[in-house]
């Protein structure tokens, strides 16, 4: 599975008119049904295979473009397999060191984030720790609410950290993962200023401004391309789940 995953990211990595095309059709007929290829009980492994096939997917396509072309193949090849980093809008080629004081800010920002892992870490296998075969609802109700904020700031952290380490290691300035999600005023913010910048832009550019361009364009349209927009989203976030769940009881999934 991996390996001919890595053929699929490598030949549309590469110039070649044909790569962009030829690597994501050889991505679809042989990836992506690799979930339903695994052991009818592995319920974790279908879902996070059929997560990030899915998700891989969406980075080819974006390595398809004209402007990812014109860049190195490395920073490709990372943009593909790094999921949480959106390489592919990175500031400079590589080549301009960062400041001393970027430099500082980076090696600060990786020491934080990592303390906030450690400290999500504990929380989080406290969380877990109150998910008992006894428990009751209201000590169910608390560990799920302290497993999504652990989520929260887990994420946050983990995007913080990578950007210091590609700032000191690649000398590339990445635009951020999480902008400080638990800091929003509104469901509006929350969801379109401030989470998973990587994914929203790939549902913005490859999903709703293309529905609404092929509509015509216009307000009137906005409307449509939002909800095919939110179908995508919870496509990619949902079916995964349906997939693992509905296969570890034995059930064929097209047909639940």
């Given at each position: 599975?991996?390996?001919?995953?890595?053929?699929?990211?490598?030949?549309?990595?590469?110039?070649?008119?044909?790569?962009?095309?030829l690597g994501t059709a050889l991505f679809a007929a042989c990836?992506?049904?690799?979930?339903?290829?695994?052991?009818?009980?592995?319920?974790?492994q279908r879902s996070l295979t059929c997560f990030t096939s899915?998700?891989?997917?969406?980075?080819?396509?974006?390595?398809?473009?004209?402007?990812?072309?014109?860049?190195?193949?490395?920073?490709?090849?990372?943009?593909?397999?790094?999921?949480?980093?959106?390489?592919?809008?990175?500031?400079?080629?590589?080549?301009?060191?960062?400041?001393?004081?970027?430099?500082?800010?980076?090696?600060?920002?990786?020491?934080?984030?990592?303390?906030?892992?450690?400290?999500?870490?504990?929380?989080?296998?406290?969380?877990?720790?109150?998910?008992?075969?006894?428990?009751?609802?209201?000590?169910?109700?608390?560990?799920?609410?302290?497993?999504?904020?652990?989520?929260?700031?887990?994420?946050?952290?983990?995007?913080?950290?990578?950007?210091?380490?590609?700032?000191?290691?690649?000398?590339?300035?990445?635009?951020?993962?999480?902008?400080?999600?638990?800091?929003?005023?509104?469901?509006?913010?929350?969801?379109?200023?401030?989470?998973?910048?990587?994914?929203?832009?790939?549902?913005?550019?490859?999903?709703?401004?293309?529905?609404?361009?092929?509509?015509?364009?216009?307000?009137?349209?906005?409307?449509?391309?939002?909800a095919a927009t939110f179908l995508c989203s919870g496509f990619?976030?949902?079916?995964?789940?349906?997939?693992?769940?509905?296969?570890?009881?034995?059930?064929?999934?097209?047909?639940?």
């Amino acid at each position: 599975h991996l390996l001919i995953y890595l053929g699929g990211a490598v030949a549309v990595t590469l110039q070649h008119r044909v790569a962009a095309p030829l690597g994501t059709a050889l991505f679809a007929a042989c990836v992506l049904p690799g979930p339903f290829l695994l052991p009818t009980g592995e319920r974790v492994q279908r879902s996070l295979t059929c997560f990030t096939s899915g998700f891989y997917f969406c980075r080819m396509l974006q390595l398809s473009g004209r402007t990812a072309r014109r860049r190195p193949l490395w920073l490709k090849l990372s943009h593909t397999f790094l999921t949480f980093m959106d390489t592919a809008g990175a500031h400079g080629d590589g080549t301009a060191a960062p400041t001393a004081g970027e430099r500082a800010k980076a090696a600060g920002q990786i020491g934080v984030a990592v303390l906030n892992l450690l400290v999500v870490a504990a929380a989080g296998l406290t969380a877990s720790a109150q998910l008992q075969a006894g428990s009751t609802d209201l000590e169910i109700a608390a560990a799920v609410l302290l497993g999504g904020v652990c989520a929260l700031a887990g994420l946050t952290a983990f995007g913080d950290m990578l950007c210091g380490v590609w700032m000191l290691a690649a000398r590339l300035r990445l635009p951020a993962l999480m902008r400080n999600p638990m800091m929003s005023l509104s469901l509006r913010e929350f969801w379109g200023r401030r989470w998973n910048s990587v994914i929203q832009t790939t549902l913005k550019q490859y999903i709703f401004l293309r529905v609404s361009r092929g509509c015509g364009g216009g307000r009137r349209w906005n409307g449509v391309a939002a909800a095919a927009t939110f179908l995508c989203s919870g496509f990619i976030h949902a079916y995964p789940v349906f997939v693992a769940h509905n296969c570890s009881l034995g059930r064929p999934v097209l047909l639940v």
